[in-house]
């Protein structure tokens, strides 16, 4: 049956095939499909110069995330600030979808069982680890200001702010902003979470029309 899937792939030139290697690899055909799916992700298109505008104006860089459930987080859209030093994420990466703002923002605002939510924590890693109760209370934190922040848990010398983009009572998607702790000292931090909060739920707003 699989070799049955390949020939038809290799006729429709979306996979090719070495004869002296007897391997298969990707084929240009690809492409097409690839385009066609990127010309539908309009909000990838449409949280982009809402992730430009927060970048420049706080000198972060920022980024929107993709969640699937309590599995992962996948990053969609990306910008960095006009500065020397950013974080390097790639539209692609993917991790775990309870590791730093994400994860407090899907506990938050997800609506996920309490048991599924201890699950998954522990299995997250972290170069300085919250404990748990630590890690709870920065969720409802989270929940009564619109956003949340980790400061140096996920990446040491770093504070992480993300805010949720709803849809239907669920987390779809977390805007996040990311920069050097010691250039976001706390009314730095609450601005750029108060921006985050406010477009993510405009975002939200145009998303449920």
């Known amino acids: 049956t699989c070799l049955h899937i390949l020939r038809v792939l290799v ?45 420049r104006q706080h000198a972060v860089t920022t ?10 987080g996948t990053v969609v859209a990306i910008s960095h600030a006009a500065q020397p030093f950013h974080i390097h994420v790639g539209v692609g990466s993917r991790f775990p979808a309870l590791v730093s703002v994400t994860g407090r923002c899907i506990a938050a605002f997800g609506h996920h069982d309490n048991a599924d939510i201890d699950a998954a924590f522990t299995a997250v890693r972290w ?3 919250p404990s748990y109760r630590t890690w709870c209370n920065e969720v409802i934190e989270a929940r009564k200001r619109g956003y949340a922040v980790d400061r140096g848990n996920y990446i040491s010398g770093m504070t992480i702010v993300g805010a949720p983009i709803m849809s239907r009572q669920r987390v779809t998607h977390v805007v996040v902003g990311i920069g050097l702790s010691e250039q976001l000292p706390p009314a730095r931090e609450a601005r750029l979470g108060r921006d985050l909060a406010a477009s993510a739920r405009e975002t939200s707003t145009l998303l449920s029309q």
Request: glycine residues 8%; hydrophobic residues 40%; proline residues 5%.
């Open 127 to 129: 170069d300085r680890p």
């Open 63 to 72: 980024n929107a995330v993709r969640i699937i459930g309590l599995a992962h």
């Open 11 to 55: 006729q429709q030139e979306l996979v090719g095939f070495d004869p002296d290697t007897k391997r298969y690899r990707l084929e240009a055909g690809i492409l097409s499909i690839a385009r066609g799916v990127l010309g539908r992700m309009s909000f990838s298109q449409r949280i982009q110069p809402m992730l430009d505008d927060i970048a």
